[in-house]
């Protein structure tokens, strides 16, 4: 098919991108940044946020401002511009939508399975779910005692429904099995995301598809990381790696024997991208791999917006404010527990 | 006849303001709007200027004043709003007004949060009456149909213990019954059945009048719902299930006399919370009232004395000689008009003049 997304994509989305262009013009930047990092107190911080983009989020707050409740209104804030978007929006960019919020459906619904095997009430977990990842049935989640279980009786209407079938056992869900079933649930995900998007083609696939690649990357490394020390055997964390990055088959196959960083490492030498990402590692900053990992994204994230006329904006879009509100709260944890040696720690982005 | 297209001719003045009169003189030359202040301090962030503290007092005031507005506005009192515009308030009255601002924002929530309950425990009781009236008819067709359940062969793998209980099934059977959203009825309906394996009835009949939900507040239809089951795991997944989908669950009386007791009791309590709620709107309403009137007179007094000192912040402090300096545009046919307003403000603090300086 001819490449002709110029001619028809702004019929059915030409607004929604120039809204969610506008919308990343006002993203913080490094001068705020730094006026951030010089704030005494949360008020200040508060005052300086009233003259971005954020303007009086927090006007109605009574005293006395806490991190998490700046944390939750930027959550607000973001839910509200998210669901603009997807309530205006025309097919394929709605399943694109129901795709970007399936992420935040898995974490809501490990958490709520976690809170359960704890003994925690449902109401204290909801707090912490986050709004995108919302969902009627979601709160039912804590009566499945396997995985079929809760495939069947609560999630088998959802948008997540189809990432179960690697994940069928009656095995029943402690720890260690929900964290597995977290991993499994992504990975099918991730497939599922990549796939559409290779489907969708054009300028969407081109600019989509290296990001869902260093994103399954990103998990594989990670896996690896936090299972050194646990009893995860080297199959079973085989399976867990998405199988649509660079590093597959080769890179996920020694990944899957590599027993300490250093392996680890090694087997990033190979790849051109990942080499100097691991390289950053340490040094002088005190960088973690996760660190690293942020910037990186951040950096794929910037460039998306170089090319018009497909979804990946919207995503990227999405992941740079989270990027930002996690910056914010950084700074105003250092300011309120006066720790400010490392207030300069955040990721800037503009 | 080109001067018809040319602009009026202006000039950049200085203005030094005494600390004491500055907040009089910036009043007196808002009230006439006749200049623009230029930003002296524009290297210095929002939050480190000097009178930070003093906008962050007229925020606090701005935010008592929107509660005050909401309430006002939910309680369908009229606001009146005058013809004139008030002047700002002197610095003495500030105080005072921020204290009874803040008096009336404790009254206001107290009462307000008295009413939400009072009014919630009725909506409750209005539920649970109607929800015993409609499951009245559920019943009788119900003890119709329960012996032959008793042939129901197990298909859960219980031990031969819990077999023998099943024989006894009236003892084993549980009833959960409440009100539920219209909307989610379908959704229910279907994850109980996938759940419980069939091992429950639901019943349900639509409520004919909306009732409010004592959540949202607003008019919604109901669904009043009756679950028997049996077995006591079932029971439980059945409440975790009705939690999920925010069901208001009442307990179920189990026979007739108790049914017609809950139903006295109901009602006296509904008649004596109506005549206390009664009470409450009323004491409320007179609070509004009173604060309805002088509620837009402060709203635009605020609004003054913050834009007061924002401009305030704009000017550049002399420490030498205590006083404020500000960079002005001003039309030069409104010099002596500048003065004269200049002179209104510190006269009314009895302090000696200030001195324009004149800049183009």
Redesign the interface.
């Known amino acids: 098919m001819l490449e002709c997304s110029e001619l028809y994509f702004n019929v059915d989305h030409g607004f929604l991108e120039g809204l969610v262009r506008g919308c990343k013009a006002s993203l913080l930047t490094q001068q705020d940044y730094i ?1 951030l990092a ?2 005494e107190t949360l ?2 911080l508060k ?2 946020l ?2 971005t983009d954020y303007g009086n989020f927090l ?2 707050q009574t005293n006395p401002l806490t991190v998490s409740k700046i944390d939750t209104e930027m959550r607000k804030r973001l839910c509200r511009e998210f669901y603009y978007f997807r309530n205006n929006s025309l097919e394929p960019l709605s399943t694109f939508f129901t795709y970007m919020t399936c992420s935040y459906m898995i974490d809501n619904v490990i958490l709520l399975m976690n809170g359960a095997l704890q003994k925690k009430s ?1 109401k204290e977990i909801l707090v912490k779910c986050h709004p995108l990842g919302r969902f ?5 989640v ?2 499945a005692e396997t995985p079929s279980d809760l495939f ?3 999630l ?2 959802t948008p997540l429904a189809p990432f179960f079938q690697d994940c069928m056992s009656e095995n029943t869900l402690d720890e260690l099995n929900i964290e597995l079933l977290r991993n499994k649930l992504y990975k099918s995900y991730l497939e599922a995301f990549y796939k559409f998007c290779k489907n969708h083609g054009d300028v969407t696939a081109e600019v989509m598809c290296p990001i869902l690649e260093f994103e399954a990357d990103r998990r594989a490394f990670i896996i690896t990381l936090n299972s050194f020390g646990t009893e995860l055997s080297k199959e079973d964390r085989e399976t867990l790696y998405p199988t649509i990055g660079k590093l597959c088959p080769e890179g996920l196959r020694l990944l899957a024997q590599a027993e300490d960083f250093d392996q680890m490492k090694r087997v990033a030498d190979h790849y051109g991208v990942y080499k100097p990402l691991f390289e950053a590692v340490g040094g002088n900053g005190g960088k973690t791999l996760e660190d690293v990992f942020y910037e990186h994204e951040v950096q794929i994230n910037v460039l998306a917006f170089n090319r018009q006329f497909h979804y990946g904006v919207f995503y990227a879009y999405v992941k740079l404010k989270e990027q930002e509100m996690r910056n914010i709260v950084w700074i105003a944890e250092c300011i309120s527990q006066r720790h400010r040696t490392k207030i300069n720690s955040y990721i800037p982005i503009l | 006849m080109g001067s018809l297209f040319r602009s009026e001719t202006m000039c950049l003045a200085q203005l030094f303001l005494q600390s004491g009169t500055a907040y009089e003189c910036l009043s007196a030359l808002g009230e006439r709007g006749l200049v623009q202040f230029r930003d002296l301090n524009q290297n210095v962030s929002s939050f480190q200027r000097k009178f930070v503290g003093e906008v962050k007092r007229c925020e606090e005031l701005e935010r008592i004043l929107v509660y005050l507005v909401q309430e006002i506005n939910r309680a369908d009192i009229p606001l009146p709003e005058g013809e004139t515009s008030p002047p700002a308030p002197p610095l003495k009255q500030v105080l005072e007004m921020q204290e009874q601002l803040q008096k009336l924002e404790v009254e206001l929530r107290e009462v307000t949060k008295n009413k939400e309950k009072l009014r919630k425990n009725l909506l409750e009781l209005i539920e649970y009456t109607h929800m015993l009236r409609v499951t009245k008819t559920f019943v009788k067709r119900n003890v119709e149909f329960e012996p032959t359940y008793e042939e129901f062969p197990p298909l859960e793998n219980d031990s031969l213990l819990d077999y023998s209980c099943m024989q006894r099934l009236g003892a084993k059977l549980g009833f959960v019954s409440g009100l539920i959203h219209q909307g989610k009825v379908e959704a229910f309906e279907k994850m109980l059945w996938r759940v419980c394996k069939g091992y429950t009835i639901v019943t349900y009949a639509e409520l004919d009048e909306s009732l409010e939900d004592p959540e949202t507040g607003e008019v919604i239809k109901w669904y009043v719902f009756l679950i028997s089951f049996w077995g006591e795991q079932i029971g439980h997944k059945v409440k975790k299930i009705c939690d999920c989908y925010h069901c208001h669950v009442y307990p179920y009386p189990h026979t007739a006399e108790e049914r017609e007791e809950i139903q006295e009791g109901l009602n006296t309590r509904i008649q004596d919370l109506y005549t206390v709620l009664h009470k409450t709107e009323d004491y409320l309403r007179q609070v509004l009232c009173k604060a309805a009137e002088s509620v837009y007179t402060r709203v635009v007094q605020v609004k003054k004395m913050k834009a007061i000192y924002h401009m305030l912040n704009m000017c550049s402090i002399d420490v030498t000689n205590k006083c404020l300096i500000a960079e002005v545009w001003c039309p030069e046919a409104d010099l002596h008009e500048l003065r004269r307003a200049l002179e209104e403000g510190s006269v009314s603090c009895l302090a000696p003049q200030p001195g324009i300086k004149k800049r183009e």
């Open positions: 006026n010089q704030c008020e200040d005052i300086h009233q003259t006007a109605n449902v009627t049935e979601m709160e039912a804590n009566i069947n009786a609560v088998v209407e």
